[in-house]
C-alpha cells in the first residue's frame, strides 16, 4: 500500500506546485473564503495551506488520508456532473507518502481542533488535540525526503516558486469572493483581499497579472444557450516579458485546453506584432453535464459534449471583441 501510494504520488506530485495546486483545491472545495499558503525554500523544505473552510470531522482525518477516500462524490452517477474541484480521493494521501504531513483541523461545531501526522508511509492515525480556529491547515515538510530521485529533479528555490505563485494566480483569478494570501520566506508575495463585487475585481487582476495588462484589457461577454463567455484581452500590442497572461476557465477551473486555447489563437491571428503573444482572461460556463473535466489526473483538459460549437463560439467572440 504504502508503494501503491508512492507510485500514485509520482502522478499526482511532481513538485512543489503539485502539492499547492491540490491542497488550494481541497481548500475551495471546503468553502473557505480566506486561504493563506506559506511556503518555504520554494516549497521544498514546507508548505503550508490554512483555511476557513468546513474542517475535518475527528473521525474523518483517517480517512481523509487514506487512498481513494473521497467525501465528494458517492455514486457514479455523480462523475457525469463533478462540482468540486477534487473527486478523486488521492491528493493526502499521495502527498502524505512522500513528505512528512500534518494535518491539523477543527469543524465549527468543535470546541478542540485536532491533529493528526504522516511521515513517509500510510497513516498511522495518531490524532492529538490542538488549538486552532476553525478549519483546516495542512503543513508539508521536505517534500521527496525519502524519494532522492525525485527530489533530484528540483529545479533552483526560484523556479519552484515560480510555479507555486503560477498556481496561486490561477485560483485567485477564479474565485473572487476568496481572500488569498501567498508567502514566501516569511515575506508576503501576494495578497488579494476578497472581491464583494464585480467592481473589484480589475484590482485583483492588476495585482496578479499587472496594472499594464489592466490598463490595456478590452472585457468582453458572450451568451449563448450553451455556454456563456466573458473575460478581459490584452490588446494585441500589449506585452509582458516575465511571464504570459493566458488563463481560461471552465465552470470555475483552471484549464489548459488545446481546443480552446486554438481558438483564442485563432481569432488573434494576424493582429499580433512578430514575436508578441496573445494575453488573456477567459472565463467560460457551461452546464456541467456538457463538460468532461475527468480526462486526466491532472485536470487541465477538458471535453465538451460539443466540442466544435464552443471552439467556433470562442474564437468568434474573442475576435469581434478585438475587432
Ligand atoms: P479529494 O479532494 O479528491 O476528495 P483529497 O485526497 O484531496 O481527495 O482529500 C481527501 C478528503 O479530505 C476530501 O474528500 C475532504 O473530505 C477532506 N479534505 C481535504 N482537505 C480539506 C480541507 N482543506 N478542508 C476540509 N476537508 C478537506
Ligand atoms: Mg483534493
Not at 470555475?252 to 493582429?271: C, F, I, M, S, W
Not at 499580433?272 to 503573444?277: D, E, H, I
Amino acid at each position: 500500500n504504502r508503494l501503491a501510494n508512492q507510485i500514485a504520488a509520482g502522478e499526482v506530485v511532481e513538485r512543489p506546485a503539485s502539492v499547492v495546486k491540490e491542497l488550494l483545491e481541497n481548500s475551495i472545495d471546503a468553502g473557505a473564503s480566506r486561504i493563506e499558503v506559506d511556503v518555504e525554500r520554494g516549497g521544498a523544505r514546507l508548505i503550508r495551506i490554512t483555511d476557513n473552510g468546513r474542517g475535518i470531522h475527528k473521525d474523518d482525518m483517517g480517512l481523509a488520508l487514506t487512498r481513494h477516500a473521497t467525501s465528494k462524490i458517492s455514486k457514479t452517477e455523480d462523475l457525469g456532473c463533478i462540482q468540486t474541484l477534487g473527486f478523486r480521493g488521492e491528493a493526502l494521501a499521495s502527498i502524505s507518502a512522500v513528505s512528512r504531513l500534518t494535518l491539523t483541523s477543527r469543524t465549527r461545531d468543535s470546541e478542540l481542533a485536532w491533529q493528526a501526522s504522516a511521515q513517509g508511509r500510510d497513516m498511522a492515525v495518531d490524532i492529538q488535540p490542538a488549538a486552532a480556529s476553525p478549519g483546516t491547515r495542512i503543513e508539508v515538510a521536505d517534500l521527496f525526503f525519502n524519494t532522492p530521485a525525485r527530489q533530484k529533479f528540483l529545479r533552483t528555490e526560484k523556479t519552484e516558486f515560480n510555479h507555486i505563485e503560477e498556481v496561486f494566480k490561477r485560483q485567485a483569478l477564479a474565485n473572487f469572493s476568496i481572500a488569498f494570501m501567498l508567502k514566501h520566506n516569511h515575506k508576503i508575495a501576494k495578497r488579494v483581499p476578497a472581491c464583494a463585487e464585480p467592481a473589484q475585481y480589475l484590482k485583483r487582476i492588476a495585482t496578479i497579472c499587472g496594472q499594464q495588462f489592466v490598463d490595456s484589457a478590452i472585457e468582453f461577454k458572450c451568451q449563448h444557450e450553451v455556454v456563456k463567455i466573458s473575460g478581459w484581452l490584452g490588446k494585441p500590442s500589449f506585452h509582458r516579458s516575465e511571464s504570459d497572461i493566458q488563463y481560461v476557465f471552465i465552470n470555475g477551473r483552471p484549464v489548459k485546453d488545446k481546443t480552446l486555447n486554438h481558438a483564442v489563437r485563432q481569432a488573434y491571428e494576424g493582429l499580433l506584432p512578430p514575436g508578441r503573444m496573445a494575453t488573456y482572461i477567459i472565463y467560460l460556463n457551461v452546464d456541467a453535464s456538457q463538460v468532461d473535466v475527468n480526462v486526466h489526473p491532472t485536470k487541465h483538459e477538458v471535453r465538451f459534449s460539443e466540442q466544435r460549437l464552443v471552439h467556433d463560439l470562442l474564437a468568434k467572440s474573442v475576435s469581434d471583441a478585438l475587432s
